[in-house]
């Protein structure tokens, strides 16, 4: 099908909220891409090479307009020290928290993304992606996690949480943040110095199904704001991912200045485009494994054109997946999320 604007200068004019062709679309599927390779997790995630070439793969197999660079949520925290470990068929994982106890928060060292394998493996993979072919799409390059996330691997999300619900300790709690924002913004500087077009910021557990939107007020949003401003500018743009249910919380996330919002498919539509219109573009929300993985292809369809119904007209919205794929997700179910796109999201 010819079209007048490139996979990149689609994505660009979105989120500049310039005029554009039509709806991009994106996919999150590093998951599908270790499945698809057939190699063992720990050598595609750890292999710059390998998780480069995949996605190129991918992209020539599929033709999303943006495509994302990451091996899972554990390369940050890997960096700061955290240990990590391999899980078949699915991402990695921190096995146990960095800090025994709250008050250990001054051991803490600056990360070094160049010495953890993960980091080192995500940018070179990103470097191999905007090499061949960072000219027609857009390459995002994944710094995740985000300030709340990072502290939660360091801490440990059990203690981290519980300390949060006590209120006793904010002192070593705004201290742990100012550390994981540091790291994230240590990070992320990296893809942009690159020449990513954009990054993102992982906060899944800032989440109105984890913590109050109070809580969000006193320990997300703050930070959010902070590397969203440290970071982005023209040429340069943040993602800012919040797993689950976000409709409390959209406006707060519209507040952090990220000029692009990951959102899943539990938020309403409805409030999220409302919250958004004219000020920064909604990524998602195509729920990952009920429709794209488990569904049939009408169910994916079903569920596009829903979702371009509510969240395309005036622009601002990249059609696609709100959370990371299922590495069983069909190819059949892809290649209709990508036509839906093209057919029905046309201005
Ligand atoms: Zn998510």
């Given at each position: 099908?010819?079209?007048?604007?490139?996979?990149?200068?689609?994505?660009?004019?979105?989120?500049?909220?310039?005029?554009?062709?039509?709806?991009?679309?994106?996919?999150?599927?590093?998951?599908?891409?270790?499945?698809?390779?057939?190699?063992?997790?720990?050598?595609?995630?750890?292999?710059?090479?390998?998780?480069?070439?995949?996605?190129?793969?991918?992209?020539?197999?599929?033709?999303?307009?943006?495509?994302?660079?990451?091996?899972?949520?554990?390369?940050?925290?890997?960096?700061?020290?955290?240990?990590?470990?391999?899980?078949?068929?699915?991402?990695?994982?921190?096995?146990?928290?960095?800090?025994?106890?709250?008050?250990?928060?001054?051991?803490?060292?600056?990360?070094?993304?160049?010495?953890?394998?993960?980091?080192?493996?995500?940018?070179?993979?990103?470097?191999?992606?905007?090499?061949?072919?960072?000219?027609?799409?857009?390459?995002?390059?994944?710094?995740?996690?985000?300030?709340?996330?990072?502290?939660?691997?360091?801490?440990?999300?059990?203690?981290?949480?519980?300390?949060?619900?006590?209120?006793?300790?904010?002192?070593?709690?705004?201290?742990?943040?100012?550390?994981?924002?540091?790291?994230?913004?240590?990070?992320?500087?990296?893809?942009?110095?690159?020449?990513?077009?954009?990054?993102?910021?992982?906060?899944?557990?800032?989440?109105?199904?984890?913590?109050?939107?109070?809580?969000?007020?006193?320990?997300?949003?703050?930070?959010?704001?902070?590397?969203?401003?440290?970071?982005?500018?023209?040429?340069?743009?943040?993602?800012?991912?919040?797993?689950?249910?976000?409709?409390?919380?959209?406006?707060?996330?519209?507040?952090?200045?990220?000029?692009?919002?990951?959102?899943?498919?539990?938020?309403?539509?409805?409030?999220?485009?409302?919250?958004?219109?004219?000020?920064?573009?909604?990524?998602?929300?195509?729920?990952?494994?009920?429709?794209?993985?488990?569904?049939?292809?009408?169910?994916?369809e079903?569920?596009c054109?829903?979702?371009?119904?509510?969240?395309?007209?005036?622009?601002?919205?990249?059609?696609?997946?709100?959370?990371?794929?299922?590495?069983?997700?069909?190819?059949?179910?892809?290649?209709?999320l990508?036509e839906c796109a093209?057919v029905y999201?046309?201005?």
């Open positions: 099908m010819y079209e007048e604007m490139t996979s990149l200068e689609r994505c660009l004019a979105t989120i500049r909220l310039e005029p554009h062709d039509r709806v991009p679309v994106d996919l999150h599927n590093f998951m599908m891409t270790v499945v698809d390779s057939k190699l063992p997790p720990e050598k595609l995630y750890q292999n710059g090479q390998l998780l480069g070439e995949a996605q190129v793969a991918a992209w020539k197999r599929f033709g999303q307009d943006m495509l994302i660079v990451e091996n899972g949520t554990a390369a940050l925290a890997e960096a700061c020290g955290c240990e990590v470990s391999y899980v078949h068929a699915s991402a990695p994982v921190i096995e146990k928290p960095l800090l025994t106890s709250l008050s250990e928060v001054s051991s803490l060292r600056k990360p070094d993304p160049w010495k953890s394998p993960l980091c080192r493996a995500v940018l070179a993979a990103t470097r191999l992606v905007l090499d061949q072919i960072g000219d027609q799409v857009y390459v995002m390059g994944r710094a995740d996690q985000g300030p709340f996330d990072l502290a939660c691997m360091i801490a440990g999300p059990e203690t981290f949480l519980m300390e949060l619900a006590i209120g006793e300790s904010d002192e070593q709690i705004f201290e742990l943040l100012e550390y994981t924002s540091d790291a994230y913004i240590l990070y992320a500087k990296m893809f942009q110095e690159m020449g990513c077009p954009g990054t993102s910021i992982g906060e899944a557990l800032c989440s109105p199904d984890v913590i109050s939107p109070a809580m969000y007020d006193k320990y997300c949003l703050p930070y959010g704001k902070k590397v969203v401003s440290a970071l982005q500018n023209d040429d340069f743009f943040l993602a800012y991912h919040v797993c689950g249910n976000t409709t409390k919380i959209i406006g707060r996330m519209v507040e952090t200045g990220a000029k692009v919002l990951e959102f899943d498919y539990k938020c309403d539509k409805t409030i999220a485009k409302k919250a958004s219109a004219g000020r920064t573009t909604l990524l998602g929300p195509i729920d990952p494994s009920g429709v794209l993985q488990q569904g049939s292809v009408e169910d994916v079903k569920a054109r829903e979702a371009i119904e509510v969240l395309a007209p005036g622009g601002g919205f990249i059609l696609g997946p709100g959370c990371a794929l299922p590495g069983t997700t069909p190819a059949k179910n892809i290649d209709r990508v093209r999201g046309k201005y």
